[in-house]
């Protein structure tokens, strides 16, 4: 592949990077990456992989912008408010890196889409707010053999692993969705805006590494991290033989529909 | 007893105290919803009672983290 005059000079500062190099530049710009979900994790992941030049990014999100949005995800602005989030996203990428081939679907994730619309990408990012979606794009991506990087915040916390096939899944940590309601989310116990960019962009990160085949990404192990103390933690999981879907006697081997919470608030 | 629980040392009385009495030691938010690794190995919830915690351990208090709305 023949760089051009402008993507010599736009991909500087990765081509001169040791690791990185014009191979490197190369397979990111061959690269494809699904972003589930346009919001405060998918608004940093999708601003960076563009900036670097990831060759097609897949945008899903059924929901539209919300002034409430507007405190993190960075990606949609005032004039966004009520715009579908994957046409908001689209826009801003598209200024930002013309090399960039978006595809936006503007839908929820579901059983019924997911195998066709991910065996599309090379690797999936979870930017989603919901622990229905966390566990389907854990499950399809196990049984469909596909890297993805898990990531969640809250109050001032964050944290995100990556799943690579053969290494720990989600639920080798997590067997099973909370019940509903059970766990507080940012529309109830709130988030700092700056924690989904302190997150989004280690998970871009983790693409990024895996595309240039360099560096340790973060499988076996949650990197959990609390930014009041601006602590960060390493924890080793190992690959749960018991697990229900990627352990040695899997119970699951198709994906489960689990109940999302209706919320009578929210008008789509 | 000296262990480690979530990367941080602590003191407990005594030369044994069960997993479960060492999550309410520790106000865990939600120990219904906590996932608890000990060094290094899940431990399933039906033995939270029944695992002893020794001298030198590491525990860490995993959570669920969703984000969003719902």
């Known amino acids: 592949m023949d760089f051009t005059d402008l993507q010599i000079e736009r991909y500087s500062r990765h081509i001169i990077l040791q690791d990185v190099g014009v191979e490197g530049q190369q397979k990111i710009l061959e690269g494809k990456v699904l972003v589930v979900g346009a919001g405060g994790l998918g608004s940093p992941v999708a601003l960076y992989l563009a900036a670097a030049g990831v060759g097609t990014i897949g945008l899903i999100d059924g929901d539209v912008v919300d002034l409430t949005n507007l405190q993190r995800q960075i990606i949609h602005f005032t004039d966004d408010v009520r715009k579908a989030k994957v046409l908001s996203a689209k826009e801003k990428i598209e200024q930002l ?54 990531g969640g915040i809250l109050r001032f916390e964050g944290q995100t692993f990556t799943y690579v096939p053969g290494h720990a899944c989600y639920r080798c940590v997590f067997h099973a969705p909370p019940p509903a309601n059970a766990v507080p989310t940012c529309s109830q116990a709130g988030v700092l805006g700056s924690i989904a960019g302190m997150l989004g962009t280690i998970q871009a990160t983790e693409a990024l590494k895996f595309f240039i085949g360099k560096g340790k990404l973060l499988t076996d192990r949650l990197l959990v991290f609390n930014a009041l103390d601006m602590e960060f933690r390493n924890v080793n999981f190992k690959h749960n033989s018991s697990c229900p879907i990627c352990g040695d006697n899997p119970s699951i081997t198709s994906l489960q529909t689990y109940d999302l919470p209706t919320c009578e608030l929210k008008q789509k | 007893m000296s262990v480690k629980v979530n990367g941080k040392a602590q003191e407990i009385e005594g030369s044994t105290i069960s997993l479960l009495e060492l999550i309410k030691k520790n106000d865990v938010k939600q120990p219904d919803m906590v996932s608890v690794q000990l060094n290094g190995a899940f431990v399933v919830r039906d033995e939270y009672e029944n695992t002893d915690i020794k001298n030198g351990d590491e525990v860490d208090f995993l959570y669920f983290m969703g984000g969003g709305s719902f």
Do not use: M, R, W
């Open chain 1, 97 to 150: 890196n013309p090399d960039v081939k978006v595809i936006t679907y503007q839908e929820l994730l579901t059983t019924d889409n997911v195998f066709e619309i991910i065996s599309q990408y090379d690797f999936i990012i979870d930017g989603t707010d919901n622990f229905a979606t966390k566990f389907l794009v854990n499950d399809a991506c196990v049984l469909a053999k596909k890297p993805f990087s898990h």
